[in-house]
């Protein structure tokens, strides 16, 4: 039989104990348990089963369930989530064209696929960020990043305000644990430990005994990381005032002409919910002198490279009030001119052909350069001139100008290089009504459901072919159309986004956050000193040293041999190990 301490260690538990205890109850050993108690028990065990089977389990009730909703809400998991949820959610506006960005893209994607862009539509693909369900997953990040940050702010200033922890009694047990001996005395090596520990930026715990340390550095790892998460949640913010404040307007300006920045101006305007269109869009002008484009032709014809796009850059004059002198200024790509508030960019360039049609007796009714959309990488354009002043019927002339004209054998009338080399129009006319039941129509095409195409005599369709400078009479004694030039229209776009510069900055805080709790340790370092002199007439000290990371640290011992080398060094000019590493 196996021998027992008689004073076992306080809380100690050990087999051999409950087996001995066993054994000692009533004399009962296994298998000598009388058949009617084992019958009692085996009743005991079914009647706790039972009651167990009937416990009923408390509702949430409404209340209830509220504070469980708002706890799934506002944790980190869903945070998170949700923020991967934003990320999918703004794909589709990286793949397909958006209003806010290129309306011509749009316009242009929907002739190339007019099954499929209705459905997209319905689904806000050109409208992503605009879109409820978008600004539902917005909304319910904000709500829950507020929520999950807010009561961790909270936190962490109460653990700036406490300090460091009391001292541990046991510096062995912590992770990185040291002991030398100074040939100091203690004064002069806690004194040398305070003033390392605060050069390196550690806070000191008030009350501790005269011969002991504690403190702990590295706070701003956490505040690092605070302050991501409420620059995150400013960027939300600031996006989402540049949206209820902000507003975009788009406009077609060829050269030659001017734009004046009243609400009825522009071709398209979007305005956020709180922005009055009447107060808050500047009064400012502006006149397009010249657009220059330039394409790539320094290479062989073949190339893929052979017309491309180098460079634009619109020549304006501008002024800000009605009042104010004119300026000169330049907009080029990603160099926007600043006016009113807003910013000018310059997205889209094309064609604007300027014809005049007269009629018989020699009247002008139509002396416009109309703006034509390109096709093509070739700038194969196409568009549509309304001639709303001819009588008895109103005219519509629809067809393709071609900057470099050409005939393809195969695909009829092209373009052989984006730069107006040899412009010509090629054109059909329509005679009836341009705007029927006052529907409004796309500057860029003609709706010719209810007008009748003209015809020669020898009723075949008429097909019109100008070239720069040239004159054709319509058939029917209808009038003349002459094509008098091709300048150039530039698409621009202007944008009033007052959250772009709170969001540039919560961006660059952001940044700075996520630095500091990438490359701070929070760290605890406890040092105890006591005198090892024994009667020696040299003072020599005892130095405990523990650290204690929070999270994983692989670099917490060298930080703890480091503090100890400085303390060694401000205290005394050689150490002894005298302890475990």
Not at 349 to 375: C, M
Not at 563 to 572: F, H, K, N, T, V
């Given at each position: 039989m ?21 054994a ?5 050993a ?13 009743s005991?065990?079914?009647?706790s089963?039972?009651?167990?089977a009937t ?12 504070r469980?909703?708002w706890?799934q809400?506002t944790s ?6 949700l923020l991967?949820l934003?990320?999918?959610g703004a794909v589709p ?11 011509q ?5 929907r002739l ?8 997209l ?7 992503v ?7 539902a997953?917005?909304?319910l990040?904000?709500?829950s ?10 936190v962490?200033?109460k653990?700036?305000?406490q300090?460091?922890p009391a001292m ?7 992770p ?5 001996t ?8 806690i ?6 520990l ?10 501790t005994?005269?011969?002991?340390v ?10 690092g990381n ?7 949640i400013?960027?939300i913010?600031?996006v989402?005032?540049g ?15 001017g734009f004046?920045?009243t609400?009825s101006?522009y ?5 956020g919910?709180?922005v ?5 869009i ?7 002198n ?10 062989d014809?073949t190339?893929?490279?052979w017309?491309q ?11 800000e ?7 000169k ?20 360039n094309?064609?604007?052909p ?11 009714l ?7 959309l390109?096709?093509?990488?070739k700038y ?10 001819a ?9 393709f100008?071609?900057?470099?004209a050409?005939l393809?054998?195969?695909l009829?009338p092209?373009s052989?290089f984006?730069d ?17 039941n006052?529907r409004?129509?796309?500057v860029f095409?003609?709706?010719t459901?209810?007008?009748t195409q ?15 400078g040239?004159?054709?009479?319509l058939p ?6 002459t ?6 229209w530039a698409g621009?776009?202007?944008?009033h986004?007052p ?7 919560f ?8 630095v500091l709790?990438?490359?701070i340790?929070r760290?605890?370092v406890?040092?105890?000193?006591r005198?090892?002199?024994?009667g ?14 929070k ?5 917490l011992a ?5 503090i100890?080398?400085?303390i ?6 050689t ?7």
């Amino acid at each position: 039989m196996a021998k027992t301490s008689d004073n076992p260690e306080p809380g100690a538990f050990r087999v051999d104990d409950a087996a001995h205890g066993e054994a000692s109850m009533g004399g009962a050993a296994r298998g000598d348990v009388p058949r009617d108690d084992a019958a009692d028990a085996d009743s005991t065990k079914t009647s706790s089963r039972d009651d167990r089977a009937t416990v009923t389990q408390p509702r949430l009730g409404f209340l209830g369930g509220l504070r469980w909703f708002w706890r799934q809400l506002t944790s980190m998991r869903t945070a998170l989530f949700l923020l991967l949820l934003v990320a999918v959610g703004a794909v589709p506006g990286s793949i397909f064209p958006q209003h806010s960005i290129d309306e011509q893209r749009v316009t242009q994607y929907r002739l190339d696929h007019p099954d499929l862009a209705p459905w997209l539509d319905r689904l806000g693909m050109f409208n992503v960020y605009s879109s409820p369900w978008f600004a539902a997953i917005y909304l319910l990040l904000t709500v829950s990043l507020v929520g999950c940050i807010i009561p961790r702010v909270r936190v962490h200033y109460k653990a700036m305000r406490q300090g460091p922890p009391a001292m541990p009694r046991r510096l062995s047990r912590l992770p990185a644990h040291r002991e030398v001996t100074l040939e100091a005395t203690p004064e002069q090596v806690i004194a040398a430990t305070r003033t390392v520990l605060r050069r390196k930026r550690f806070a000191l715990r008030k009350g501790t005994g005269e011969f002991e340390v504690a403190s702990e550095g590295g706070m701003l790892r956490e505040t690092g990381n605070l302050l991501f998460h409420l620059s995150l949640i400013g960027i939300i913010v600031s996006v989402a005032a540049g949206h209820v404040w902000g507003w975009r307007g788009d406009v077609i300006v060829p050269e030659g002409s001017g734009f004046a920045s009243t609400p009825s101006r522009y071709d398209t305007l979007k305005l956020g919910p709180w922005v009055d269109a009447e107060q808050d869009i500047p009064d400012w002008a502006l006149k397009m002198n010249t657009l220059k484009v330039t394409f790539e032709s320094n290479v062989d014809p073949t190339s893929s490279q052979w017309g491309q796009p180098r460079d634009f850059t619109a020549d304006v004059d501008y002024r800000e009030s009605a009042n104010s002198a004119w300026k000169k200024d330049t907009i080029k790509v990603n160099h926007p001119l600043k006016v009113g508030g807003g910013e000018v960019y310059l997205l889209g360039n094309g064609y604007a052909p300027k014809i005049t049609f007269k009629d018989a007796k020699g009247n002008v009714l139509y002396d416009e350069s109309t703006p034509f959309l390109s096709i093509d990488n070739k700038y194969k354009s196409t568009g549509a001139f309304k001639i709303s002043g001819a009588s008895p019927k109103q005219i519509g002339l629809t067809g393709f100008f071609l900057p470099t004209a050409y005939l393809d054998p195969n695909l009829g009338p092209s373009s052989a290089f984006p730069d107006a080399k040899a412009p010509a129009l090629y054109l059909t006319a329509f005679t009836g009504d341009l705007y029927p039941n006052g529907r409004p129509q796309s500057v860029f095409s003609l709706d010719t459901g209810t007008m009748t195409q003209l015809k020669d005599e020898k009723g075949q369709p008429v097909r019109l072919q100008l070239a720069l400078g040239q004159t054709v009479q319509l058939p029917n004694n209808l009038g003349s159309v002459t094509f008098d030039a091709a300048p150039r229209w530039a698409g621009l776009s202007i944008r009033h986004d007052p959250g772009k510069g709170p969001a540039l900055l919560f961006s660059v805080l952001a940044l700075a956050g996520l630095v500091l709790s990438l490359t701070i340790r929070r760290r605890r370092v406890f040092v105890r000193v006591r005198s090892a002199t024994d009667g020696d007439t040299d003072a020599r000290t005892v130095v405990e040293i523990g650290g204690l990371a929070k999270g994983e640290d692989p670099r917490l011992a060298l930080a703890v041999d480091d503090i100890l080398e400085r303390i060694s060094r401000a205290a005394a000019p050689t150490t002894k190990t005298t302890g475990k590493a």
